[in-house]
Every structure is written in C-alpha cells, then in structure tokens.
C-alpha cells in the first residue's frame, strides 16, 4: 500500500512563506516523477486541479507560468520526499495543495494541505 502525507500547509500573510513536504510510504520500487497540484476553492472536481510543479528522477524541474519565480520544487529521494518552497505568495495561491507520485506504473494522491493567504 502507498501512502502520501502531505503537510506544511497553513494560513499565511501575502507576501509570506511556507514550504510544503509530501511524504511517500509504502511498498515502491522508484519514484519516477513527483508532483504538486492545487484546488482553488471555487473548483470542485477533481479534473479542475491545477498542475503546479514536477520533479522528475533524472533531476529535471519544471513550474507553471503562474508561480514561476515564486514556487520551487525539490525532492530528497533517500527520503522518497517532494518539497515546494513557496514564497511571495498572494490571494490567489489559496487552494488545496496535493501531491501526486508516478511510480512503477501507477499514479498515486495524496490527501492535501491547506493554504490560505490572507492579511
């Protein structure tokens, strides 16, 4: 069984900090690519979660435009753990953050961390 616990989320000032950490447990053999999303408020489905961040084994990085300059992604494989490192955040940001792993064939979510900017 995997299991993804993310955590760090919270309530935060615009401008503020936060770093978010996706802890991955179970029976896997390697982590391909680790990913962050989020869910604004106003979106309740599922397909309406937002890519944020990848990291994949091989080192490469990517970020969407939205947050670029503002989110990192990193991950500690020896801890088969995922991070973004979020800073100059706004209003906007506020979502539900997930966490998705691709791993020996299969996707596997995390729960979600709660971020909420505002003063």
């Known amino acids: 069984q995997v299991q993804l616990v993310e955590s760090g989320g919270g309530l935060v000032q615009p401008g503020g900090s936060l770093i978010l950490s996706c802890a991955v447990s179970?029976?896997?053999?390697?982590?391909?690519?680790m990913n962050w999303f989020r869910q604004a408020p106003e979106k309740q489905r599922e397909w309406e979660r937002e890519w944020v961040a990848t990291a994949t084994s091989g080192g490469t990085t990517a970020v969407a435009d939205s947050v670029k300059g503002r989110f990192t992604i990193s991950r500690d494989d020896a801890k088969n753990t995922a991070y973004l490192h979020m800073s100059s955040l706004k209003p906007e940001d506020t979502a539900v953050y997930y966490c998705?792993?691709?791993?020996?064939?299969?996707?596997?979510w995390g729960q979600g961390t709660q971020v909420t900017v505002s003063s």
């Open positions: 179970g029976s896997i053999l390697s982590i391909d690519r």
């Open positions: 998705r792993i691709f791993s020996d064939g299969n996707y596997y």
